[in-house]
């Protein structure tokens, strides 16, 4: 079963500090979809080369640590559906000593990564990228031939789904009229804009945590998309963005990303700026309704009053994991903001600690 997202960040965080005395600390990332026996295979044929590692101490850690990756993947039938990371090395902080530890979790989100690694430390890039995501933004990029539906979680880009339209070029078969080929070229356009709509409504309609959609392609096809697609109310005011863009494929959903920068961070921005305004809000009109500092809401979340934590991005690590799991101990939502908006500074000026309550208390 999957790990949650607070379950990643703590994992991440303890994996991080994790220091190896040479490279024989192991990561294995098995991509979503990856055959698991092939990456077993692989692990074996490691473990064969490792024999020329001319450190002793250094060869019994790897080729150890590697019999174990080889064991734990043994377990599985097949790759679980969001992949597999496995951690394993001697953690000892003792020369001539052994501590052999292995972690073996499948993450929250399909992992797009695949690798084997001996360092020095664990490679945890790709699940502390995953560990950030809170939102995802849908993604279409579409001429009259083609769409590429995909998603953007965090900083991966998926694509989810590619179609053709089948709509002829420009070069007329012989003995058709200009007037009826551009009635069966506009009737195969049709059907396909409608076939897109029906795609986009089945991928992103019950979609959880979709904050908006990004359209992309070149002119003027996009714009009679969106104008003639037939898509949902609910989908045609999720758009956010319409780009010019030239490729169609999945690199395509690639340039529509880089390309939407500026609307992407703006609607983190937004969404902070909201968040902050509720809770000052919140703080004036109702101060018995909402907490700040460290102490007061430690207080609100030990009487399970807290409705939303609200933490600084400024927070040292070790603090925000702290007030996380005590927020999820009595299932309050979490969030947190960075100092660039004005009310960003003005909490962080404030603790950077701070709470909407569920009940008042006293």
Same mark, same amino acid.
């Given at each position: 079963?999957?790990?949650?997202?607070?379950?990643?960040?703590?994992?991440? %965080?303890?994996?991080?500090?994790?220091?190896?005395?040479?490279?024989?600390?192991?990561?294995?990332?098995?991509? @979503?979809?990856?055959?698991?026996?092939? $990456?077993?295979?692989? $692990?074996a044929a490691?473990?064969?080369?490792?024999?020329?590692i001319?450190?002793?101490?250094t060869?019994?850690?790897?080729?150890?640590?590697? /019999?174990?990756?080889?064991?734990e993947?043994?377990?599985?039938?097949?790759?679980?559906?969001?992949g597999?990371?496995?951690?394993?090395?001697? $953690?000892? /902080?003792?020369?001539?000593?052994?501590?052999?530890?292995?972690?073996?979790? /499948?993450?929250? !989100?399909?992992?797009?990564?695949?690798?084997?690694?001996?360092?020095?430390?664990?490679?945890?890039d790709?699940?502390? /990228?995953?560990?950030?995501?809170?939102?995802?933004?849908?993604?279409?990029?579409?001429?009259?031939?083609? @769409?590429?539906?995909?998603?953007?979680?965090?900083?991966? $880009?998926?694509?989810?789904?590619?179609?053709?339209?089948?709509?002829?070029?420009?070069?007329?078969?012989?003995?058709?009229?200009?007037?009826?080929?551009?009635?069966?070229?506009?009737?195969?356009?049709?059907?396909?804009?409608?076939?897109?709509?029906?795609?986009?409504?089945?991928?992103?309609?019950?979609?959880?945590?979709?904050?908006?959609?990004?359209?992309?392609?070149?002119?003027?096809?996009?714009?009679?998309?969106? +104008?003639?697609g !037939?898509?949902?109310?609910?989908?045609?005011?999720?758009?956010?963005?319409?780009?010019?863009?030239?490729?169609? &494929?999945?690199?395509g959903? +690639? &340039?529509?990303?880089?390309?939407?920068? &500026?609307?992407?961070?703006?609607?983190?921005?937004?969404?902070?700026?909201?968040?902050?305004?509720?809770?000052?809000?919140?703080?004036?009109?109702?101060? &018995?309704?909402?907490?700040?500092?460290? %102490?007061?809401?430690?207080?609100?979340?030990?009487?399970?009053?807290?409705?939303?934590?609200?933490?600084?991005?400024?927070?040292?690590?070790?603090?925000?994991?702290?007030?996380?799991?005590?927020?999820?101990?009595?299932?309050?939502?979490?969030?947190?903001v960075?100092? %660039?908006?004005?009310?960003?500074?003005?909490?962080?000026?404030?603790?950077?600690?701070?709470?909407?309550?569920?009940?008042?208390?006293?």
């Amino acid at each position: 079963m999957a790990i949650s997202h607070d379950e990643l960040f703590d994992l991440v %965080e303890m994996l991080g500090k994790i220091r190896g005395r040479h490279t024989e600390l192991v990561t294995v990332m098995v991509p @979503a979809g990856a055959n698991i026996y092939t $990456i077993a295979d692989q $692990i074996a044929a490691e473990g064969s080369t490792a024999d020329n590692i001319k450190s002793k101490t250094t060869r019994k850690n790897v080729v150890d640590a590697l /019999e174990m990756v080889g064991r734990e993947l043994k377990k599985f039938k097949q790759t679980p559906p969001n992949g597999l990371a496995i951690f394993c090395g001697n $953690i000892s /902080e003792k020369e001539g000593q052994s501590d052999l530890q292995i972690w073996a979790i /499948e993450p929250p !989100q399909p992992l797009r990564t695949r690798l084997y690694r001996c360092d020095q430390t664990f490679i945890i890039d790709p699940l502390r /990228e995953m560990g950030e995501v809170q939102e995802v933004y849908g993604l279409l990029v579409m001429d009259r031939k083609e @769409a590429t539906i995909g998603v953007l979680e965090g900083k991966q $880009i998926r694509m989810i789904r590619k179609m053709s339209s089948g709509v002829p070029g420009k070069i007329r078969a012989g003995g058709q009229s200009a007037q009826r080929f551009e009635r069966i070229t506009e009737g195969l356009a049709k059907e396909f804009f409608r076939r897109v709509s029906e795609s986009m409504k089945e991928i992103f309609f019950d979609m959880p945590k979709l904050k908006g959609i990004l359209v992309g392609g070149p002119v003027p096809t996009k714009e009679e998309f969106l +104008e003639q697609g !037939q898509l949902v109310t609910k989908l045609k005011d999720m758009v956010i963005g319409v780009k010019d863009i030239g490729n169609t &494929d999945e690199s395509g959903l +690639e &340039d529509l990303v880089i390309a939407s920068q &500026d609307i992407l961070s703006s609607q983190e921005i937004i969404k902070e700026k909201k968040l902050l305004e509720k809770f000052f809000m919140t703080l004036g009109k109702k101060p &018995d309704m909402a907490a700040y500092g460290e %102490e007061p809401v430690k207080k609100a979340l030990k009487y399970g009053a807290v409705q939303l934590l609200i933490l600084s991005k400024k927070l040292t690590k070790d603090k925000i994991r702290e007030l996380r799991s005590l927020a999820e101990g009595i299932s309050a939502d979490v969030e947190l903001v960075s100092i %660039e908006t004005p009310e960003g500074e003005q909490f962080w000026n404030i603790s950077g600690i701070g709470a909407i309550l569920r009940f008042a208390t006293g």
